[in-house]
């Protein structure tokens, strides 16, 4: 088979095989959805399942790319915050569309969603793609969204510690329960801000205090236990600040004493995984809001540690700076525990996709779980999946090349046996401690 062809064979196969996307924010219509459609669902102002073309459109990573064209010195950050998602989505329209070629990832993104929906995107007719994203039934939708994109299984991520989120599963147990969802217990304070969590935690009615007793120790625990099984946790996650550190187990720090006697005991317990998502530096412009945060390089040694010290949990990492990856891949080959995966946020753009998956794959082989895509917005799931799988595909085939090279036959159940690692049974099995 000639290098054309199997490139070809393997890009078939890589985008006929289904994926399990193991990190997102995307919410089923039970969490309320601001945008009724044409569903049984009323419009929740306040609702967490984001979708249609206005909130792709105000995606934070196009907030950020639109204040370069029209910096804050022209139109001031609370007048772009006062005005409605829809007079938002116009203006990002009109300065990163309309006066200027969309050509940054997020904004090419929105073109390779309309097309795969079956609208054209040389209409350049928001009015045209409202009317149709608003006919569209929410449940509906997503079901379609998710064959479009290849997506068998979504995973949520469920932040305990936000109030909007926590009063919904307290409100009905149910919310969580639609089938083509998996919850994730997310938990940052708990680690990234102790006073806070423990303060938090006590108005719950968890005896916790900022002075970490045996007794608070048990507190917490049973604060995990209680929400990993209200929510059903598939695994459980904390994105962490790159000055983040565990020296090992004489440290004192509040968030190595958590880890170490709270979460990774209850963790081991329940057989569940910790996610561990390092690097973010968040706020950096707090006027920018979620679109604020940036990134500088992490302690790739802590995470060693912490796979070192509890060889009975396993760690499920990705890092946010380009600068660690090779670090990553290299802790990788130490630690049996430790999965890593994805292209997180600033990564995952398709130079780096290539770089970071080229790098991972000659050092790791088919033992890691490429990519993620972090959609904040259901119909992103559509281009994040279609431009990561031409990346991974072009990858996979070069490789295959170079070992055919040697004589070595390559099949198409080869083939499918390997995408199928990569894109689902990685994941699917370090979750399941198999
Ligand atoms: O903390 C996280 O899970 C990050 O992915 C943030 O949500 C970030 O804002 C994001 O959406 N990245 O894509
Ligand atoms: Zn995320």
Redesign the pocket.
């Known amino acids: 088979m000639d290098r054309t062809e199997l490139h070809h064979q393997v890009r078939q196969v890589v985008d006929t095989t289904p994926v399990w996307d193991l990190?997102?924010?995307l919410y089923p219509p039970t969490f309320g959805t601001p945008m009724a459609g044409g569903g049984r669902h009323g419009a929740d102002p306040r609702g967490l399942m984001l979708w249609g073309i206005d909130e792709l459109l105000t995606y934070h990573y196009l907030v950020a790319e639109v204040f370069r064209v029209v910096p804050s010195r022209k139109l001031p950050y609370d007048t772009f915050w006062k005005m409605t998602k829809e007079d938002q989505a116009d203006h990002i329209w009109q300065h990163l569309f309309v006066e200027r070629s969309p050509v940054s990832e997020a904004c090419r993104g929105v073109l390779t969603t309309l097309a795969r929906l079956g609208l054209d995107p040389s209409d350049k007719n928001l009015a045209g793609y409202r009317r149709w994203f608003a006919e569209q039934d929410p449940d509906k939708h997503i079901d379609r969204v998710m064959e479009v994109s290849g997506v068998s299984r979504i995973t949520m991520?469920n932040d305990v510690f936000d109030d909007n989120e926590r009063e919904r599963w307290l409100a009905d147990g149910r919310v969580g329960s639609d089938p083509r969802f998996a919850p994730v217990l997310r938990f940052d304070p708990l680690v990234c801000d102790w006073p806070t969590a423990a303060k938090k935690m006590s108005a719950w009615g968890y005896e916790t205090t900022e002075e970490i007793s045996p007794r608070c120790i048990a507190e917490v625990q049973r604060f995990l236990g209680d929400w990993i099984n209200r929510i059903g946790a598939l695994y459980c996650a904390v994105?962490l600040p790159p000055t983040f550190r565990y020296l090992g187990p004489d440290d004192r720090q509040a968030s190595s004493v958590i880890f170490r006697e709270a979460i990774l005991p209850a963790l081991e317990e329940r057989n569940l995984t910790m996610a561990l998502?390092i690097g973010v530096t968040r706020g950096v412009n707090p006027r920018l809001t979620l679109a604020g945060d940036a990134l500088e390089k992490a302690d790739v040694m802590s995470v060693s540690r912490l796979c070192a010290d509890f060889p009975n949990n396993r760690f499920l990492v990705t890092l946010l700076s380009r600068e660690n990856q090779h670090e990553l891949a290299v802790a990788a080959r130490k630690f049996d525990n430790l999965m890593l995966f994805g292209c997180?946020?600033f990564l995952n753009n398709p130079s780096l996709i290539e770089e970071m998956t080229r790098m991972r794959m000659e050092l790791l082989g088919l033992s890691f779980a490429p990519q993620h895509s972090?959609a904040r917005v259901l119909e992103q799931i559509v281009y994040k999946w279609a431009h990561s799988r031409e990346i991974i595909a072009k990858v996979l085939a070069d490789k295959y090349a170079d070992i055919a090279a040697t004589g070595w036959p390559i099949t198409e159940a080869d083939m499918r046996r390997d995408v199928q690692l990569l894109l689902c049974d990685n994941f699917a099995r370090f979750v399941a401690g198999e």
């Open positions: 990190h997102t924010h991520t994105s998502m997180w946020w972090d």
